[in-house]
C-alpha cells in the first residue's frame, strides 16, 4: 500500500506538466495521434482551462489559520438540540467527524469560511490509513452549505458536487477546508436562486491540496433566517 501510495504521489506531481505536454503536443501535432491510441493511452483533450493546471496545489495553512481566527456558532445546534445529528458537525452526534467553522476576523474579498477537520481516524478509511474519499466528499459539502450560510443566513439544499482529489490524505493528520462563494442567485429577494461554492481541503501541517471542489445549492423561496 505505501508503494501505492508514494507512486500515486509522484503522479500527482507530475500530472500538471505532463497533461500540459499532452495539450501542448497535440496541439502542435494532431495527425500524429488517433482517436484510438489516445483512447488506449487515456489522453484527453483539455485545451485553455486544464484543470490540473490551475488547480491550486498547496495553502499557506499558518496564514489562514491566522486570518480565520472568528468561530462561527453552530446555529443549528443551538436551535435543535439533540435533533441536529448532522455527521459532519454536530456536537451531539458521536460519529460526527467533529468538523469546525472559522471566519474572517477582518473579511476580505469573497464570503469564505474555513473549517478544522481533526484526524478522521481509521474508521473512515479507504486502504489503510487514507481517508475515504466519500468522507472528504462530504467534508466539501459540510463546509460548503456552512460557506453561505455564514454569508447569507439562507436554508439550501445541495443540488451537485463535483469534486477532484489530488493527493491521498492522512487519517491521523488534522485537515482545513476553504470555502469561498464562486456565485449567487441573481434573482429578487425571497425568490428561489442557486448558490455555488468552491472548496479546498488540504492538510493543515503543510498545506498540501488533497481535494478541489464545487457545491451548488438550492434555496427555495423565504428561507432566509432572521438573525
Request: one cysteine or more; proline letters at 5%; glycine letters at 6%.
Amino acid at each position: 500500500i505505501s508503494r501505492i501510495v508514494r507512486q500515486l504521489e509522484m503522479a500527482t506531481e507530475r500530472q500538471c506538466h505532463l497533461q500540459h505536454v499532452m495539450c501542448v503536443t497535440l496541439t502542435q501535432r494532431p495527425l500524429f495521434f488517433s482517436p484510438s491510441i489516445l483512447c488506449r493511452l487515456r489522453i484527453r483533450w483539455h485545451g485553455s482551462d486544464c484543470l490540473s493546471c490551475t488547480m491550486p496545489k498547496q495553502h499557506d495553512a499558518e496564514a489562514l489559520l491566522a486570518a480565520y481566527s472568528e468561530p462561527v456558532e453552530n446555529y443549528f445546534a443551538k436551535v435543535l438540540g439533540r435533533d441536529f445529528q448532522c455527521f459532519g458537525c454536530s456536537a451531539h452526534n458521536d460519529a460526527e467527524l467533529g468538523i469546525r467553522v472559522y471566519s474572517q476576523k477582518e473579511p476580505k474579498g469573497a464570503p469564505s469560511v474555513l473549517a478544522h477537520i481533526p484526524a478522521v481516524g481509521r474508521q473512515r478509511t479507504s486502504f489503510p490509513g487514507l481517508v475515504h474519499g466519500g468522507v472528504l466528499s462530504s467534508i466539501a459539502d459540510d463546509v460548503a452549505y456552512w460557506t453561505i450560510f455564514h454569508a447569507e443566513r439562507v436554508l439550501a439544499l445541495t443540488v451537485s458536487l463535483n469534486i477532484r482529489f489530488t493527493s491521498p490524505a492522512s487519517a491521523e493528520s488534522a485537515l482545513l477546508a476553504l470555502g469561498t462563494i464562486k456565485s449567487t442567485p441573481a434573482c429578487e429577494q425571497g425568490k428561489p436562486g442557486m448558490y455555488e461554492v468552491a472548496v479546498d481541503i488540504f492538510s493543515a501541517a503543510s498545506g498540501r491540496v488533497h481535494a478541489a471542489g464545487t457545491v451548488a445549492f438550492f434555496a427555495a423561496p423565504d428561507q432566509q433566517l432572521q438573525a
